[in-house]
């Protein structure tokens, strides 16, 4: 397994928490995506963080990544409902290409 | 604004028939890539694809095979379907393949049920 957990993981959250999401690899990666899905649609990407980087926000994401762990984690402050979705890590195992290998996701489900 | 188009969005099949599905995207990209999704939603890639080169993931059965017509084009066909290919297929385009932070974008997927 490329992945410290494969099995679709489930948080449920009060609007207004805020809730971080972790992700673990196995493979080395230069990058890091983060996606959601709503349900019915395709990933989407949320977020991006580069092996140089350990941390990197956009608005009330905040993703960090430290790569002597090889973990990743994903924040959202003050969750709303629209945060309600899954989220996936995705890493290119050290590949120049842009191909991307998923984690297993976690749902969120935020209720008002 | 959806820019990857799949069709069919859902598609039921008998065992042993043949499917094809079909994607478009209207990006301008160079690469193009087929995911599986299970149930649990796990996302496994399945190929890529851009003019100069077909990559299979080597887990794939060879009765799943890619089919393009240009570079906004790849179609999914499966050749004989099993009750384990029932799953979404979503496909999904990126600017040039060649750079490991470069975005996907997906379509919003093709369910297909074995029966």
């Known amino acids: 397994s490329q992945w410290g957990e494969e099995n679709l993981q489930a948080l449920s959250i009060q609007e207004g928490e805020d809730v971080t999401m972790n992700c673990s690899y196995k493979?080395?990666?230069?990058?890091v995506h983060w996606y959601r899905q709503d349900s019915g649609r395709g990933p989407a990407l949320i977020i991006l963080?580069?092996?140089?980087?350990r941390e990197k926000r956009s608005g009330r994401l905040r993703a960090t990544l430290d790569t002597s762990s090889q973990s990743s984690s994903l924040s959202i402050t003050a969750a709303q409902c629209e945060d309600t979705a899954v989220y996936f890590c995705a890493t290119n195992r050290g590949s120049a290409l842009g191909r991307l290998h998923f984690g297993a996701g976690t749902q969120l489900i935020v209720i008002p | 604004e959806t820019a990857v188009f799949q069709t069919p969005n859902y598609h039921v099949t008998q065992v042993g028939n043949e499917v094809s599905f079909n994607c478009k995207q209207t990006l301008g990209h160079d690469t193009m890539y087929w995911y599986k999704q299970d149930s649990k939603k796990l996302l496994k890639i399945m190929f890529s694809?851009?003019?100069?080169?077909?990559?299979v993931n080597e887990t794939v059965p060879r009765r799943f095979s890619p089919q393009s017509s240009d570079k906004a084009h790849l179609n999914l066909r499966i050749k004989s379907v099993e009750p384990e290919d029932s799953a979404v297929y979503l496909c999904?385009?990126?600017?040039?393949?060649?750079?490991?932070?470069?975005?996907?974008?997906f379509g919003s997927g093709t369910r297909l049920t074995v029966l």
């Open positions: 999904a385009s990126s600017l040039t393949g060649g750079l490991s932070a470069e975005t996907l974008y």
């Open positions: 493979t080395y990666t230069t990058v």
């Open positions: 694809y851009n003019n100069k080169q077909l990559i």
């Open positions: 963080i580069r092996s140089n980087e």
